[in-house]
């Protein structure tokens, strides 16, 4: 089953679509890592984005089936570190919309749960999206962890996965279709945002008391 999937932002300044999505072209995890967690902070979104444990709902895909059809001026991404993952939000209300590669090279987006527009997917969401595969990073996990049947990492087979997707969707150019890249330039859309040393101490201070 294949079909599109709506996203927006909570303030509706935002929106987009995943084009031809289905469990087949993409994974579905849970990343319980520090980082993920602190990202949330960041926005002062965890009750939209965390489950109880911390863990973020990411459908991981190329990001050439996401189409931004509205707002794409009010997208912001940040790094948490120098060498970070870039993390794209709408800075219009701080929702998150995904994590890429700092490299256009690199065609791969982890799509955020809250991003998806639940009333207009309707139950067609998990449908599309499938199960989970995984829960990774259980290290970081918050609570009781002995029930929650998370990896400690990224185990192999999923990391094959990842790379078969980066891969694939390279070989068909998806990086020039890219919707957080520049398609000549290849660079990001929006300049990002490296937290300071200081910023970076009250997100995961916060993080830390949660």
């Not at 909570?10 to 087949?24: E, L, N, T, Y």
């Not at 863990?55 to 991981?60: E, H, K, L, R, S």
């Not at 400690?152 to 891969?167: C, D, K, M, T």
Request: charged share 25%; glycine share 10%; net charge positive.
């Amino acid at each position: 089953m294949q079909a599109d999937l709506p996203v927006r932002c909570a303030c509706g300044a935002v929106r987009g679509i995943v084009r031809g999505i289905s469990r087949h072209r993409g994974n579905r995890v849970v990343c319980y890592c520090d980082d993920c967690q602190s990202f949330a902070h960041f926005l002062g979104s965890v009750d939209r984005i965390l489950d109880g444990h911390g863990g973020t709902d990411i459908f991981q895909m190329s990001p050439a089936r996401l189409e931004i059809t509205g707002g794409v001026d009010r997208l912001a991404c940040i790094r948490l570190r120098p060498r970070g993952l870039l993390r794209w939000y709408a800075g219009c209300c701080r929702t998150p919309i995904g994590n890429t590669p700092a490299s256009w090279k690199a065609p791969f987006v982890g799509l955020i749960h809250s991003c998806i527009d639940r009333q207009a997917a309707g139950p067609s969401r998990d449908e599309l999206l499938g199960p989970v595969r995984a829960r990774i990073h259980a290290r970081d996990a918050k609570g009781d962890r002995v029930k929650l049947a998370a990896h400690e990492r990224v185990p192999a087979w999923l990391f094959l996965r990842i790379l078969s997707i980066l891969l694939v969707a390279r070989l068909r150019a998806d990086h020039t279709r890219s919707p957080f890249f520049d398609a000549v330039s290849g660079e990001p859309i929006a300049p990002p945002h490296v937290l300071t040393a200081e910023e970076l101490g009250r997100v995961e201070a916060a993080r830390d008391r949660a």
